[in-house]
């Protein structure tokens, strides 16, 4: 005899789908209507004088700038271990001096060496 497993029901919905319009028409529609083109990806190019963005820039060497980083956050997590090292004034071990008066003997003697032959 063989179990199986019971499909399980998720909560999970589907998002609603919608068909989008083809790049001829929507083309044409532009052309025909002399519509602004209001879709597209944001400009990044500057002006020259400028230069190029970091971020935009596929040449930067964004390795340095996390290895930069890091060495900050390093430095930070370095500076709270030694403030914990430190000792405050409050904080500062108080030394207390016992008084012990050896002038009461508690009876007890060493049996070391003693033994009688």
Known sequence: MYKYRKAKKSSLTSVECVEGEPIEWKIERIVS??????DGAPEIFT???EGVKS???IRT???EIATEAMSK??????????????ISKKDEAKV????VDKKEDSGAK?????AEK
């Open 47 to 49: 002006e020259r004088k």
């Open 73 to 86: 956050v390093e430095g930070s997590i370095q500076a709270k271990r030694d403030a914990k090292g430190k």
């Open 33 to 38: 209507n002399k519509e602004p083109i209001s």
């Open 61 to 63: 060497d964004r390795w």
């Open 110 to 114: 060493p049996t070391e060496g003693t």
């Open 55 to 57: 971020a935009y820039n």
């Open 96 to 99: 207390i001096k016992l008084n």
